[in-house]
């Protein structure tokens, strides 16, 4: 069965009845883009530059960054590349930043937060991504831990603002759903942005205020829990409503039963990990997207994320 998912993995993502689903990679360096390609990928998902500022002692220069995205960008020739800004904070620490220790730092100063105390990592960094979309049109752009509609209408205003300076054109622009309150008011989000992607881990570890990282809490802590589908489920109707599409970049989306529920409640792209990729793609292509709209439904109505898991592996017949 591997093996048929490895001859097949070059196969465009779709259910059995060819309604397609985008299977992309999440990917953190150029380097890596070559062998999610290999993989099947059609595209990235999610490239979490905060990888560029980590396992080493200073901040990369914008110069720097800049070749980065341009490779990663050139590598995937017209297949989209989304660009996540800066998520440091939480669990990603960065001892050089001279950052203050924080008592939660999950609810602190983290991603989109303390890229707006930092323009001096914030500027530098989008400028580098606006002159490579200059030149590279399949270039998105996103923003982590997005709560309210004012951290995006700031977060675009200074993008536009250097855009502007560096002459770059409209970038497809995108926010993450992985605060309960974005999804909340993806409605109003959806009449700004180009689109979502949801980040599973995060909104899973808010939504059930269990930490992510949590050794003893780990079993628990599932995205199939039915309070987080139904986050999921309010962010695709919104965003169908406005015309918008729903991409999921977190764990679930390479977990097979996630990648069967998130295509059911209507997900059109699933970003995962490298090796995810050609089994993600074999699981859609053995059911159809009827059949995975009504497990979708049935999952929402299960009492727990284990419920959901067997509801799932025994085919919705449960
Ligand atoms: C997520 O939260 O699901 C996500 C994709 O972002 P990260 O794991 O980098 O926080
Ligand atoms: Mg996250």
């Known amino acids: ?153 700031r977060a675009r205003a200074i993008l536009d603002s250097v855009r502007e300076d560096v002459g770059a054109p409209r970038i497809p622009l995108g926010v993450m759903i992985e605060v309960p309150s974005a999804a909340l008011i993806a409605g109003e989000l959806a009449k700004d942005v180009d689109f979502f992607s949801v980040g599973t881990n995060d909104l899973t570890q808010y939504t059930l205020a269990m930490d992510r990282l949590h050794p003893q809490l780990a079993r628990q802590t599932d995205a199939m829990h039915p309070a987080v589908l139904k986050l999921i489920a309010l962010t695709v109707d919104a965003a169908e409503a406005h015309g918008r599409w729903v991409g999921v970049c977190g764990g679930a989306a390479g977990d097979e039963v996630g990648a069967l529920v998130l295509t059911g409640l209507g997900v059109k792209e699933l970003s995962v990990s490298t090796p995810q990729v050609p089994g993600v793609k074999a699981a859609l292509r053995a059911h159809r997207m009827a059949d995975l709209r009504e497990l979708a439904a049935r999952a929402l109505a299960q009492p727990d994320a284990q419920a959901v898991r067997d509801l799932v592996r025994a085919g919705g017949r449960a």
Do not use: W
């Not at 779709?14 to 397609?20: L, P």
């Not at 050139?74 to 001279?98: H, Q």
């Open 1 to 153: 069965q591997r093996e048929a998912a490895r001859a097949a993995r070059h196969q465009p993502g779709a259910t059995a009845d060819g309604v397609r689903v985008e299977v992309a990679a999440n990917i953190n360096r150029a380097a890596d883009a070559a062998q999610a390609l290999d993989a099947g990928a059609e595209g990235v998902g999610l490239m979490r530059t905060e990888f560029l500022f980590l396992e080493r002692d200073s901040v990369p220069g914008e110069a720097e960054q800049e070749a980065e995205y341009r490779a990663m960008a050139a590598a995937l020739g017209d297949r989209p590349l989304i660009i996540r800004t800066l998520d440091i904070g939480g669990d990603k620490e960065v001892p050089y930043l001279g950052l203050a220790r924080e008592d939660n730092s999950f609810l602190g100063l983290r991603g989109i937060r303390l890229c707006f105390e930092r323009p001096d990592l914030f500027l530098p960094q989008l400028r580098a991504v606006a002159r490579v979309a200059k030149d590279h049109p399949n270039v998105h752009l996103m923003f982590p831990m997005i709560s309210t509609l004012e951290d995006f209408r």
